[in-house]
Structures are given as C-alpha cells and as structure tokens.
C-alpha cells in the first residue's frame, strides 16, 4: 500500500512558478514509477508528465514540455513538478500517481497507475 500526499499548489500570476510535491508513504517508493496528472473543471483528466522508478527516464505532456519538469528523490520518498512560466490553461487540480510497474512509458503512455493522491489545486490568474 502507497499513500501519495500532494503539497505546494496555490493562486500565482502568469508568468510565475509553483514546485509541487508529493510524498509517499511505504518502504517501496523507489520501485514505482511516478506521475503527475492534472484535472480542470467540464475537462477529462490529462498526463502532465511522469518519471521512472530510477528517475533515468521522464515523459512530458506537449502542453507542458519546456515549462514543467518532474524529478523525484527517492531518499525522501517524494516526487516534485517544477512548473515555470504558468499559464491560465494550467489551472487544475494536480494529482500525482504511482506505478508499480516503475515504468514511466507504462504509466504515461499506458496509464497504468496503481495509487492517486487526493490532489493540490493550483490557480494561474492572468
């Protein structure tokens, strides 16, 4: 069992950074594959942007690529989404996800994820 604890959302101006974090629970962190998924009001779900189990490997959403980069540390079993120059469209509420196949093409490509977090919001005004 993972629980996934998201932190650092908030309201910033265009232009502006956030860093997101999302701490897990369990002795097992450094084997799943992480990712960070985002949910705007009347939209489905999207994939931002994910990292392997190693951290070797990441994917990013083309709506994002260039601003927003993830990493993780798997000494603090947490996993962060660095986002740079935010834009109205990103405001969502944030959740990340865990993959027990440690994969990061599986969970972003495939969207196999075994764990949500309960989601931080974050709100880009113009």
């Known amino acids: 069992q993972v629980q996934l604890v998201e932190s650092g959302g908030g309201l910033v101006q265009a232009g502006g950074s956030l860093r997101l974090s999302c701490a897990a629970s369990?002795?097992?962190?450094?084997?799943?594959?992480m990712g960070w998924f985002r949910q705007a009001p009347g939209k489905e779900r999207e994939v931002v942007a994910a990292?392997?189990?190693?951290?070797?490997?990441?994917y990013s959403g083309a709506s994002v690529k260039g601003r927003f980069t993830i990493s993780r540390d798997n000494a603090k079993n947490t996993v962060y989404l660095q986002m740079n120059s935010l834009k109205p469209e990103d405001t969502a509420i944030y959740y990340c996800?865990?993959?027990?196949?440690?994969?990061?093409?599986?969970?972003?490509?495939?969207?196999?994820?075994?764990?949500w977090g309960q989601g931080t919001q974050v709100t880009v005004s113009s």
């Open positions: 996800a865990a993959g027990s196949s440690g994969s990061a093409y599986t969970l972003f490509h495939l969207g196999r994820y075994d764990y």
């Open positions: 369990g002795r097992t962190f450094s084997s799943y594959a």
């Open positions: 990292i392997s189990s190693s951290g070797t490997a990441t």
